[in-house]
């Protein structure tokens, strides 16, 4: 059964483009809206497999989107939601992640020139994963970084750290990297080890315990 | 007793300056009468000696009474520009140096100044306030030189002057400071040409940013968006060529399209960022700090505590004054910890951003800190620094009336026992006025008095009329009040609204 699907974005072309692209990789889009108020019905309503929203909608053109999906979540939580924008703040990413139940992306608007990565991403938060942008993990990383023991790590372990905070499994990013699977497990152990976490298989439950370390490494004084 | 021989001192010192007012007096006559004649380079100098006087006069008053006043001149002349061809020229003469149209200048500003003239007046009849001054110590002089003579009066007469002149003295400075501030304080008029003057400049100033701005951001998107978007275009034209003949060729460049087309959208959220970053038009200024604060590599600590968002222009002034200020406290000060906070102190809105870096920043050196008092100045708004060395650092931006026109009205409630009062008011008002007041009297005109629920006609005979008439008045009353207080109550707060107003403007 092909998973369902509700998009949310306020440019005719943009929404048209997304739905067609949905469809074609085996998507249900049950319903395709165009502001903040229909989304949330559509949301609450249809109970999607994974709703793809834009941040900036009608009527007040803010954070519309980012408002219905936080509402929504807090109505069904763990609802798989993907946010898409035009530009990526640390701040939307931390409300997103806040609740701590995954299922969560947040993408720049130009990542869905890569269908296939576009599709991915998509698919990986409807099976309750976590897709975070390049950009945003840069960002978090770069205001990061002059803290210990983030220091301590080497480049490739920061390239795993970066790519494992984006959301990718193990097998992702020994494709990426172009190493052994068992080399990638090697690293995230060492990872691990060096930030203090508890080791995990679960991808999402890594995710999120890197991401709110990092949160965390941040705030603290 | 230590007030009063201040005073005495002071009075005597003003009312001989006073006196001596008079030599310049003199001066001022001959230089009137030269200028008549034709010599006018005396008017210059003369004009200035006696701006010094009053410069003096207003500085006195200030400290020793209590109320400073503000110079009233005019601001001067911009110094003369030399045109093109490297000539000055005034009116209709053209001048090889700037020093004649500069002499010019200045002497038609101090001659069409009115507050040149309001000196003058000030000079003339000083000498006159101050004998007012110097009285009191004539006549306690007097009478203190009288033991010499042979009168049995003086000498008690000389005590009560001694006395009465301590006691006068305050009051007499007093009135010299009303007389001072009479014609030395600036007129409504000069006020606003000094106001008139800045706005000028700050206008000035804000179409110059604004000019340059608009420049960067066209020469940004010339040389970034726009040129790959042609780019883009003939790559496209390329493919469609090879489309049939070298598929393979055709897919590799338009991967590349794809890349430039996500480099131009990289360069315009870039762009955007610049102009006006898309937190702070999607949640305000508190969380766009915040966003801001997250992106700094220091520890960065946002208090927020505003209910309502300024005006948009205001906003991003005080949003871009911030992001300076962080990085300025990043790359001159060394900081590794800033705190921010942003509040309300009634209309004005407050930032003050605080580190812990090395200090010594000067917003007369720093062009950053010049930038960020042009932006705020197109607000009315400023800047204040307290960078030691060694640090930490303040900076305190201040927006006056930024949130004046977004606040809500805010109604003051009315307090519980009005609230009863009305209602006892309406709700029962009728019942002494009616029942018990009107129709009793009338019943009572008709000598009807077998009613039984008419209360006022079981008292005894005397007692019956000022009962009806108490009742009229208790209902009556009671109406008024219901009435009255929620009027008053709307009146007083929306008058307490205006008064602070009003003061705002006056400021």
């Given at each position: 059964m092909s998973p369902r699907v509700v998009i949310a974005e306020d440019l005719y072309l943009l929404r048209e483009g997304l739905v067609h692209l949905l469809q074609a990789h085996g998507f249900e889009v049950v319903a395709a809206v165009e502001s903040g108020p229909e989304l949330l019905t559509a949301l609450t309503g249809?109970?999607?497999?994974?709703?793809?929203?834009?941040?900036?909608?009608?009527?007040?053109?803010?954070?519309?989107?980012?408002?219905?999906?936080?509402?929504a979540r807090r109505a069904v939580p763990g609802l798989p939601v993907l946010v898409l924008s035009q530009h990526v703040e640390q701040l939307y990413a931390r409300e997103l992640l806040a609740d701590g139940s995954g299922a969560i992306g947040y993408l720049l608007k130009d990542r869905?020139?890569?269908a296939e990565q576009f599709v991915d991403a998509v698919r990986r938060v409807a099976a309750g994963g976590t897709a975070m942008d390049p950009e945003v993990i840069a960002k978090l990383l770069a205001s990061t970084a002059r803290h210990e023991p983030l220091g301590a790590l080497t480049p490739r372990e920061r390239e795993v750290l970066e790519l494992m905070a984006e959301g990718r499994s193990n097998a992702a990013i020994s494709q990426r990297l172009f190493l052994s699977e068992s080399a990638v497990g090697k690293h995230t152990a060492s990872i691990f080890g060096k930030l203090g976490l508890a080791p995990s298989d679960d991808d999402n439950r890594r995710v999120l315990a890197v991401l709110t370390y990092l949160n965390a490494a941040r705030s603290q004084p | 007793m230590k007030r009063h021989v201040v005073a005495i001192g002071q009075g005597l010192a003003l009312g001989l300056l006073a006196l001596a007012d008079i030599v310049l007096i003199a001066l001022s006559l001959v230089t009137a009468m030269l200028t008549g004649l034709g010599m006018i380079f005396v008017f210059t100098p003369t004009i200035r000696l006696i701006r010094r006087r009053t410069m003096l006069a207003r500085e006195l008053t200030g400290r020793w009474l209590g109320t400073p006043v503000a110079p009233s001149y005019l601001p001067p002349p911009p110094p003369p520009r030399p045109q093109p061809d490297g000539w000055y020229r005034h009116e209709r003469q053209l001048y090889k140096t700037p020093r004649w149209p500069e002499w010019n200048n200045r002497w038609k500003w101090l001659f069409t100044d009115p507050a040149t003239w309001r000196d003058g007046l000030w000079?003339?009849?000083?000498?006159?306030?101050?004998?007012?001054?110097?009285?009191?110590?004539?006549?306690?002089?007097?009478?203190?030189?009288a033991p010499w003579y042979p009168n049995p009066v003086a000498t008690p007469a000389a005590a009560v002057a001694a006395l009465a002149t301590v006691i006068a003295m305050p009051w007499l400075l007093r009135g010299y400071g009303w007389w001072n501030h009479l014609l030395l304080s600036p007129t409504a008029r000069s006020v606003l040409a000094g106001r008139v003057q800045r706005l000028d400049r700050v206008r000035l100033e804000a179409a110059d940013s604004q000019a340059?701005?608009?420049?960067?951001?066209?020469r940004d998107l010339h040389d970034g968006a726009q040129a790959r978007l042609v780019a883009m275009g003939m790559t496209l034209g390329a493919v469609e060529e090879l489309m049939d003949r070298d598929p393979?060729?055709?897919?590799?460049?338009?991967?590349?399209?794809?890349?430039a087309s996500s480099t131009a959208l990289t360069e315009l959220r870039g762009l955007v960022r610049g102009i006006h970053p898309p937190v702070l038009a999607e949640r305000g200024l508190g969380d766009a700090v915040r966003a801001l604060a997250l992106d700094s590599p220091m520890k960065v600590t946002v208090t927020v505590d505003l209910k309502t968002r300024p005006e948009s222009p205001v906003e991003s002034a005080a949003y871009f004054s911030i992001s300076e200020l962080l990085t300025n406290a990043a790359r001159h000060g060394g900081a590794e910890?800033?705190?921010?906070?942003?509040?309300?102190?009634?209309?004005?809105?407050?930032?003050?951003?605080?580190?812990?870096?090395?200090?010594?920043?000067?917003?007369?050196?720093g062009s950053g800190l010049r930038g960020i008092e042009r932006r705020l100045a197109a607000f009315d708004g400023v800047l204040a620094i307290s960078s030691p060395p060694g640090g930490p650092t303040t900076a305190i931006i201040d927006l006056p009336d930024a949130l004046t026109w977004s606040e809500p009205e805010t109604k003051v409630p009315m307090p519980r026992w009005k609230l009863v009062v009305v209602g006892l008011g309406w709700g029962l008002g009728w019942l002494p006025l009616f029942p018990q007041g009107l129709v009793t009297m009338v019943a009572k005109l008709a000598g009807a008095d077998a009613f039984s629920w008419f209360l006022a006609l079981y008292l005894p005979g005397p007692w019956q009329w000022p009962m009806i008439v108490f009742n009229i008045l208790l209902g009556l009353g009671m109406y008024g009040a219901a009435l009255a207080l929620p009027i008053a109550h709307a009146r007083r707060h929306s008058m307490t609204e205006n008064t602070i107003r009003s003061l705002k403007l006056d400021r």
């Open positions: 249809e109970r999607p497999d994974v709703a793809v929203v834009d941040v900036r909608l009608p009527p007040t053109f803010t954070d519309e989107g980012l408002q219905a999906a936080l509402a869905v020139f890569n | 000079l003339f009849l000083n000498p006159v306030a101050g004998t007012f001054l110097l009285l009191p110590f004539a006549v306690a002089g007097c009478f203190l030189a340059a701005e608009l420049r960067r951001i066209e393979a060729a055709a897919k590799a460049l338009l991967a590349k399209v794809r890349e910890r800033v705190w921010i906070d942003i509040s309300r102190q009634d209309r004005t809105l407050r930032v003050t951003v605080t580190d812990d870096g090395s200090g010594g920043a000067d917003p007369s050196r």
